[in-house]
């Protein structure tokens, strides 16, 4: 499969839609997500650029957290993501799209960029990273938040076949964008990438995303449709043998009497790790050279 030169190391273009995803996983892991944005400690009146914002719902949390003086933007690379990132902004927001490597903002105008699960898009982080930090304002900060760094647990109960189910995702994805491994674990270099970009008092904190059975509706349809339809189903076969891939299905099916959201041990974490970089005035042309 060869991928347009323009596209990002997943595949990410202009025409590429992957909305009903965000949406579900912005409604699944709200309350983590809006506290790790009170964990900022934003000032009222800053300045905020979401970059990848997807569907938007973060602008809304970003929003009230720095008050009716400050402001809000949003910029996105898919066209369907900005369509819908628009319909839930909050008044005063401003969202765009454009790409992450050309940004249409000015220098030294933003505090704080807050970025979740996008860096790893990137055929360059480091190089975004920078043009990224030359945005900020002294003192600003770039916050790079990213889901599952460690291994999500589904199967609670056999953990044999929650083993086998991770590695055959990595053997998918590896295939499907003609990536090695050592592109896909790029993404678990977060702290590395951003002193690589110049950003200094580097810190990072990992947040557990935990669900015990019985569930409700947002983790239900997230768990539902974006794992175990849409990450998971048919294309796993080929990376399974027939018994195991056989009791994932079942394990997926709701019409199954041992379909695994129902069953009373169900019990599922998933982490989200928050690395936040600063740029300080006097490193400033160190950052951007």
Request: aromatic residues 8%; hydrophobic residues 45%; glycine residues 8%.
């Amino acid at each position: 499969m060869n991928r347009p030169a323009s596209a990002g190391l997943l595949g990410d273009t202009v025409a590429r839609d992957y909305g009903w995803k965000l949406r579900l996983f912005n409604a699944f892991a709200e309350a983590e997500l809006r506290q790790t944005i009170a964990g900022l400690q934003l000032q009222p009146g800053s300045r905020v650029l979401d970059a990848g914002c997807g569907t938007g719902e973060a602008l809304g949390w970003l929003a009230a957290a720095v008050g009716s003086d400050g402001m809000v933007v949003g910029i996105d690379l898919a066209r369907a993501h900005m369509v819908a990132s628009r319909a839930n902004a909050p008044a005063g927001a401003l969202v765009m799209q454009a790409n992450l490597t050309q940004l249409p903002l000015a220098p030294a105008s933003i505090d704080l960029v807050w970025s979740v699960n996008t860096i790893n898009h990137l055929r360059d982080p480091v190089a975004s990273l920078q043009d990224l930090a030359a945005l900020l304002r002294p003192g600003g900060r770039i916050a790079l938040g990213q889901s599952s760094l460690l291994p999500d647990m589904y199967f609670a109960w056999d953990a044999r076949l929650e083993r086998l189910v991770n590695e055959a995702v990595r053997q998918y994805y590896r295939d499907r964008y003609q990536v090695s491994e050592r592109e896909l674990a790029g993404i678990r270099s977060l702290v590395g990438r951003l002193r690589q970009a110049g950003l200094r008092n580097v810190t990072a904190r990992t947040f557990t995303i935990e669900r015990v059975a019985p569930l409700g509706r947002a983790d239900h349809d997230y768990l539902l449709q974006v794992i175990f339809r849409g990450t998971w189903g048919e294309r796993l076969r080929p990376y399974l043998d027939a018994d195991d891939y056989e009791a994932l299905v079942r394990l997926c099916d709701p019409g199954d009497p041992g379909f695994a959201l129902r069953r009373p041990d169900f019990h599922f974490l998933q982490s989200f790790t928050l690395a936040v970089g600063e740029v300080r005035s006097n490193e400033r042309s160190a950052v951007v050279s």
